[in-house]
């Protein structure tokens, strides 16, 4: 299935606005049939979990200074999410596999 400019660029808002427009396109029947679309949906969800979960941690251990962190980690998501617009599979360490591995993308 060709990955049309519709798919990268739903991909490249799962990231964007993770989780969000992740779960909005899991409930949406003729995006999540597009396995590019789909892929990057749950990749960006789950990536949105661990990022939370780690900010939560590290604010925590640094007594509140951790928090500012956050904005360059968001960064990252910036990045996966031009990867994505440019119509590549992104990699993230562990993560992709881990949700290849459930059989979730």
């Not at 400019?5 to 949406?28: C, E, R, T």
């Not at 968001?74 to 591995?101: C, D, H, R, S």
């Amino acid at each position: 299935m060709e990955t049309t400019s519709d798919d990268k660029l739903w991909a490249a808002l799962s990231y964007v606005f993770a989780p969000l427009i992740g779960i909005i396109v899991l409930l949406m029947e003729e995006k999540k049939a597009r396995p590019f679309i789909k892929f990057h949906a749950v990749q960006s969800i789950a990536a949105s979990v661990v990022f939370w979960i780690i900010a939560t941690v590290w604010t925590t251990v640094t007594i509140g200074f951790g928090g500012l962190c956050v904005p360059l980690l968001w960064l990252v998501f910036l990045y996966w999410a031009y990867k994505a617009y440019q119509g590549e599979m992104v990699e993230i360490p562990m993560l992709t596999n881990f949700i290849k591995g459930q059989g979730w993308a």
